[in-house]
């Protein structure tokens, strides 16, 4: 059983930043991928970023490509996902995502290939 927690979220202003962290506890040592994924209200959740265990793979939606950026510190079992030049259509409920075992160069995009969800963290984005 792995156990994540996000946090980190936090209303900040147009063009603003925040950094997300996801701290997993538990079994960890079989976690491979870890991604990011965010919900607004009314709207299906859908992928952000995810990172490999090595951290040599990750991968972004577009419409965050070049603002966000994620990356693991392996020794703290922590994601992070750094969040600049934020705006209003960044306002959701973010969430992490852990991959039980797998490649440890595989950062998945698909929700459905993630094992264990954190909570969630709200980030409200003002314009």
């Known amino acids: 059983q792995v156990r994540l927690v996000e946090s980190g979220g936090g209303l900040v202003e147009a063009g603003g930043s925040l950094r997300l962290s996801c701290a997993a506890s538990?079994?960890?040592?079989?976690?491979?991928?870890m991604g990011w994924f965010r919900q607004a209200p009314e709207k299906e959740r859908e992928f952000v970023a995810a990172i490999s265990w090595s951290g040599s793979s990750t991968g972004y939606a577009d419409s965050v490509k070049g603002r966000f950026t994620t990356s693991r510190d392996n020794a703290k079992n922590t994601v992070y996902l750094q969040m600049n030049s934020l705006n209003p259509e960044d306002t959701a409920v973010y969430y992490c995502?852990?991959?039980?075992?797998?490649?440890?160069?595989?950062?998945?995009?698909?929700?459905?290939?993630?094992?264990?969800w954190g909570q969630g963290t709200q980030v409200t984005v003002s314009s």
């Open positions: 538990g079994r960890t040592s079989s976690v491979s991928g």
């Open positions: 995502a852990a991959k039980w075992s797998g490649s440890e160069y595989y950062a998945p995009r698909n929700q459905y290939q993630y094992d264990y």
